[in-house]
């Protein structure tokens, strides 16, 4: 039998000490309580289908997106765990940036703060990210110097413009999210170094099923490639 939300919630947190004890320092810094935390859990799984890129400036859905990486059997799980390989496979670079991060990866504790002289940069449309970033940053990290690795970027994906060159490039489940995505990943493609690398994850789904976050979806692997 489908289980409901709420129990996926529940079992999430029941599953994983750290992050309750994690999230409840960031409710903490940020004047959330652990109900806002469900709402927004519930607000971005139950209405996909009604609301548009503007939920993202809702910190509950900030909390819900970083809760979402630890959901048992989760493809947020796997996402999570191919993109520090990805990452680890890039070899010897110093520069990454992470566009539309949503809420900051497993990647950044498992790989970039153990790596010296390596700097990432979060960018995201939306001051919410910030703003949760750095209050997690300060509860899972909060005996280390963190600000060394990381820096923040206002960067909104609907200016078409590039947020500069990088030895690697993070767009996780992000460039359908812009109303252009053909000309901003041209203009992204134009300031990046000549062995950059690029991740992404994109919407493999049916076009009649378009979001009203997403400008673009694709039907098959082999039309996202091209």
Same mark, same amino acid.
């Given at each position: 039998?489908?289980?409901? /939300? ?5 079992? !999430? ?5 750290? &992050?309750?004890? !994690?999230?409840?320092?960031? $409710? ?7 109900? =806002?935390?469900?709402? *927004? ?5 139950? =209405?996909? *289908?009604t609301y548009d890129n503007r939920i993202y400036d809702d910190m509950r859905v %900030? ?6 990486? #630890? ?5 947020? +799980?796997?996402?999570?765990?191919? &993109?520090?390989?990805?990452? %680890?496979?890039?070899?010897? @670079?110093?520069?990454? +940036?992470?566009?539309?991060?949503g809420a900051p990866g497993c990647y950044i504790s498992e790989y970039i703060l ?5 700097? /990432?940069?979060?960018?995201?449309? #939306? ?6 970033? %750095?209050? &997690? ?5 909060? %005996? ?7 820096? #923040?970027?206002?960067?909104? /994906?609907?200016?078409? +413009?590039?947020? *500069? ?5 993070? /767009? ?9 995505? !053909?000309?901003?990943m041209d203009e992204i493609v134009k300031q990046a170094p000549k062995k950059a690398? #690029? @991740? ?6 049916? $076009?009649?099923?378009?979001?009203? $976050? ?10 996202? +490639?091209?």
């Open positions: 039998m489908k289980k409901s /939300l709420q129990e996926i919630y529940q079992e !999430t947190l029941a599953s994983h000490p750290k &992050l309750q004890q !994690t999230l409840a320092s960031v $409710m903490s810094k940020l004047g959330m309580t652990a109900e =806002d935390v469900f709402i *927004g859990f519930l607000r971005y799984d139950n =209405d996909i *289908g %900030r909390a819900a997106l970083y809760l979402k990486y #630890f959901v048992i059997g989760s493809y947020h +799980v796997d996402r999570q765990r191919l &993109l520090t390989e990805f990452i %680890r496979d890039c070899g010897k @670079i110093k520069t990454i +940036v992470d566009i539309g991060y153990n790596v010296p002289d390596i700097e /990432l940069t979060l960018c995201d449309a #939306f001051e919410s990210a910030e703003t949760f970033s %750095r209050a &997690l940053f300060e509860s899972l990290f909060p %005996r280390t110097n963190w600000e060394t690795h990381i820096r #923040f970027q206002r960067f909104d /994906l609907n200016q078409k +413009v590039s947020p *500069g060159s990088f030895d690697a490039y993070i /767009l996780f489940d992000s460039i359908e999210h812009a109303n252009d995505p !053909t000309t901003v690398h #690029f @991740i992404l994850s994109l919407p493999i789904c049916s $076009m009649s099923e378009l979001t009203h $976050m997403h400008f673009i979806e694709w039907l098959t692997e082999n039309d996202a +490639v091209d």
